[in-house]
């Protein structure tokens, strides 16, 4: 014990020494000799490839709209279109098996640094903007306690059949993430060197003064991206980015997170076991 005793004495000392150094007064700070301090905001280094794939997907599920269907809609509408009943049920059944909704920071953490997750984890994302995500997917979700990433269109912002600008703020400021879904719903595979400005960078800003909060996760329109695409979503501090059904690429993982679009004639119990199979524990 004096050993220890005269090592943080010493210790002691030397700060003492060193804040004279540095300054007088007021402007001198001493620190007991054992505390480390690291800026808050620094940003955490992001680990090799191979280290994010050797995290267990978490399951992402992907939803358009949510309303009833209409007689002379093609089958692939309807593959689009989750009947608000249908949506109830899977909500229910997601509670009732001890499901807990995460944001993409909470996986963004989890897959960068192996921050934990609650006890079964699950995303529920929604696509385009849609009105009757607002009007109807927002009321069930809140029964539960569950909370959703919406990817916005920007183009559709306030028209007859979207949600409006104030809709989509409140939305953000209830806690749920509001992610980017280009301007118009462009395949990025086909977009130009000059086409990222309209349908990336100025899409971006927009939410981001609309909701005060950063808008760093993108979901490709279609589910369709390419290995050109990602280096221009990281030109533009977009830190992750959706897809759908394939695998991740095993070289960008964060560009490339599987979801899975829940058709709208499944079952509750076809949707639970199709989700157990594509994410496997």
Known sequence: MQKISLIFLFASIFQLYACRQKGSGASAVMLPATTLIEPETAEQPVPDAATIMARPEIPVLCYHQIRQWRGNESRGVKDMVVPPANFRSQLQMLADSGYHTILPDDLYAYLTMGKPLPAKPVMLTFDDSDLDQYEIALPEM???GFKGVFFIMTVSLGRSIYMSKAQVKEISDEGHAIGLHTWDHQDVRKLKPGDWEKQVVAPKRE????????VQYFAYPFGAWNKESIPELKKYD???AF??????DSTEPLYTI???IIPGDWTTHTMYRVMKKTFRD
């Not at 939410?207 to 950063?214: I, V």
Request: charge should be positive.
């Open 142 to 144: 809140k029964k539960h």
């Open 207 to 214: 939410l981001e003064a609309l909701t005060g909060k950063p």
């Open 238 to 240: 977009v830190k992750a």
């Open 243 to 248: 897809q759908l059904s394939a695998r991740r």
């Open 258 to 260: 599987r979801r899975m």
